[in-house]
């Protein structure tokens, strides 16, 4: 674990925590025994674990290059950051667009530790990092409003995030909520693990860990997500399966879009 944290903060290390287990997964280094646990016995009893985690990052990157480069968005909203790794949002849009502006969105302390590490930005463009709950839909965009133009189409992203509105009715919701008061023009950028046997099962283990459960979505629930947007090709399907750069590696548990508001 590194050691840019705040001092008096409360880091619970025998105990799995949700950023740290997924930092874990995707071969980063901020995680304690209890998260690498929790990893390895998830690993063993589902082994797809590392390929869904390793396939949503590499989905936020084709998604956010296609959205900065191809259709123009300058202005990203990333709700529930997670602890910084490589290839950020900010790092990914800016690499295309420099005047990019990005607000990153968390309410997790442990995650708050590390904000810093989102903060850099080009001169041209700018990040800023919410700590607030992306269930509070009202508070998240009024203080995303000092670095973002609301008025202008914002891309939202919800990546690997959304199963902790464990009410499938309340997720869509809280989605059509964000994208109702975004501008026309404006993007959402969504995928969460495919509710299936195996999947529920390894969720359960998840959450007996201790750590903040998650919950898997059917497909009709994603759909119901994008309610009043258009999802163009490819579709909703597995996330390696949208616009995949080289070859492309087997369907994974890990479903999602990119849908427009008009």
């Known amino acids: 674990m590194t050691d840019n944290v705040t001092p008096d903060l409360d880091l619970q290390p025998e105990k799995p ?41 590499a989905f ?23 602890l910084p790794t490589a290839d950020n949002t900010h790092e990914v849009a800016q690499g295309v667009a420099p005047d990019a502006r990005i ?11 590390h904000a810093h590490a989102l903060l850099t930005s080009t001169p041209e463009g700018a990040t800023d990092y919410i700590d607030a709950d992306l269930t509070a839909p009202g508070t998240v965009l009024a203080r995303a409003a000092r670095t973002l133009d609301l008025e202008r189409p914002v891309a939202l992203m919800l990546l690997s995030t959304v199963g ?14 964000y994208m109702d008061r975004l501008a ?26 201790g750590t903040l459960p998650y919950v898997a979505s059917t497909a009709d629930e994603m ?10 090709p490819p579709g909703l399907g597995p996330i390696n399966r949208w616009y995949p750069e080289g070859t492309t590696d087997p369907d994974v ?10």
């Open 17 to 57: 925590h949700s950023a740290r287990f997924w930092n874990y997964l995707l071969g980063g280094t901020d995680h304690f025994e209890a998260d690498r646990r929790l990893g390895e016995q998830l690993k063993a009893e589902w082994p797809a674990a590392v390929d869904i985690a390793r396939a949503s990052r």
């Open 60 to 82: 936020l990157g084709r998604t956010v290059r296609h959205l900065a480069g191809e259709a123009g968005v300058r202005q990203f909203l990333d709700l529930g950051s997670g």
């Open 103 to 113: 607000v990153y969105v968390d309410h997790d302390p442990i995650v708050l530790s």
């Open 164 to 177: 902790h509105v464990q009410n499938p009715v309340e997720a869509a919701q809280l989605v059509r909520t």
């Open 184 to 209: 026309p023009g404006s993007h959402l950028v969504l995928c969460t693990t495919l509710a299936s046997p195996a999947v529920n099962a390894a969720n359960e283990t998840y959450a007996a860990s």
């Open 223 to 232: 759909t119901a997500m994008a309610s009043g947007l258009t999802i163009p």
């Open 253 to 262: 548990d890990q479903w999602g879009y990119v849908a427009h508001k008009a």
